[in-house]
């Protein structure tokens, strides 16, 4: 993803204040948790729980779990729950056992099981907080990583909204032996992953505590991320100090208020609006390509439909 740069920002960069410099309040006030949820609760029990845990009035999460289901669960807290638009979207990746209900040829379960890649009919369980009306969904990846007798390991990366248990009991019927999925874990919400700043709720509780007790922020800061994290897949535009407060009050942005944006931005797409500090601003819909905006000096270019920063944290000027 390259960047065009339409103009000198070296003459801006005077107000707000880098991500990862804010204040501790105001850090966690505009932060994320990359948890590792565990098995038991369900995905609104671990968030009540943080947010008494952190003493916020407001706290969400994306892409829900299951109570038996671990794993990779982006949760927002106060500001923050705004941007979790971003990536409510975002795909996901999961490993999982799949449990047959007979003996089966190894050769023939890794033959039909690769039938499920590409686009699939759902239909959501009776127990599900969506209409059950039949959808298609896709299914990026399916690989098939050890069979142990009837147990058949798996690692699928799918389109958000699909449903793994409803994956494994139509592998099973096609199998024509029946299955369930016997356990899943999810290992990729979009840009939070496994193996990058996942945290667990003791280590938070712990991390909270001791800012609470000694004021040392260091681990604190660990396990809370901010909040820009939520657009780290999502193509950027930069704007002059001067637009910010504008873009905050709900206004569009406009061809002049940029300095640089990535390159693969296309008509349509979500976009993050961002100031030269790397502070998320608002999120919005592109009315032009990336070519196009670059070429524009007047015009409006993207749509905002979501404001993340709050009013008046850059000065004043329309």
């Given at each position: 993803m390259g960047i065009l740069i339409k103009a000198d920002e070296t003459t801006d960069m005077k107000y707000g204040c880098r991500p990862e410099e804010r204040p501790i309040k105001e850090y966690i006030q505009n932060g994320v948790i990359n948890l590792d949820k565990p098995k038991g609760p369900t995905s609104h029990q671990v968030v009540a729980w943080i947010k008494r845990m952190l003493s916020l009035n407001k706290a969400g999460h994306a892409g829900t779990l299951d109570p038996k289901v671990s794993g990779v669960l982006p949760v927002a807290l106060e500001n923050a729950v705004k941007a979790l638009y971003a990536i409510s979207k975002a795909e996901k990746e999961y490993i999982g056992i799949l449990k047959l209900h007979s003996d089966v040829d190894e050769e023939k379960i890794r033959k039909t099981?690769?039938?499920?890649?590409?686009?699939?009919?759902?239909?959501?369980?009776?127990?599900?907080?969506?209409?059950?009306?039949?959808?298609?969904?896709?299914?990026?990846?399916?690989?098939?990583?050890?069979?142990?007798?009837?147990?058949?390991?798996?690692?699928?990366?799918?389109?958000?909204?699909?449903?793994?248990?409803?994956?494994?009991?139509?592998?099973?019927?096609?199998?024509?032996?029946?299955?369930h999925m016997q356990e899943l874990r999810r290992i990729a919400s979009g840009p939070f992953r496994e193996d990058s700043g996942l945290t667990t709720l003791h280590?938070?509780?712990?991390?909270?505590?001791?800012?609470?007790?000694?004021?040392?922020?260091?681990?604190?800061?660990?396990?809370?991320?901010?909040?820009?994290?939520?657009?780290?897949?999502?193509?950027?535009?930069?704007?002059?100090?001067?637009?910010?407060?504008?873009?905050?009050?709900?206004?569009?942005?406009?061809?002049?208020?940029?300095?640089?944006?990535?390159?693969?931005?296309?008509?349509?797409?979500?976009?993050?609006?961002?100031?030269?500090?790397?502070?998320?601003?608002?999120?919005g819909t592109a009315l032009k390509t990336s070519l196009e905006i670059f070429e524009m000096d007047y015009g409006i270019v993207v749509k905002t439909i979501r404001v993340i920063m709050k009013r008046k944290a850059y000065p004043k000027t329309w």
């Open positions: 099981i690769s039938y499920f890649i590409g686009d699939i009919y759902q239909r959501p369980p009776l127990r599900s907080a969506v209409k059950r009306t039949l959808r298609i969904k896709k299914i990026y990846n399916l690989e098939v990583l050890e069979i142990d007798n009837r147990n058949v390991l798996f690692h699928v990366k799918c389109e958000s909204g699909t449903y793994i248990r409803m994956l494994c009991h139509h592998i099973g019927i096609l199998l024509g032996v029946g299955g280590k938070l509780k712990d991390a909270y505590d001791l800012w609470l007790e000694s004021g040392d922020e260091s681990f604190l800061r660990k396990v809370i991320q901010p909040m820009e994290r939520l657009v780290a897949d999502t193509p950027k535009i930069f704007v002059r100090d001067s637009a910010v407060d504008a873009i905050c009050n709900g206004a569009n942005l406009y061809a002049q208020g940029i300095v640089k944006l990535d390159s693969t931005i296309k008509r349509g797409d979500l976009v993050a609006l961002m100031t030269l500090k790397n502070e998320l601003i608002a999120l």
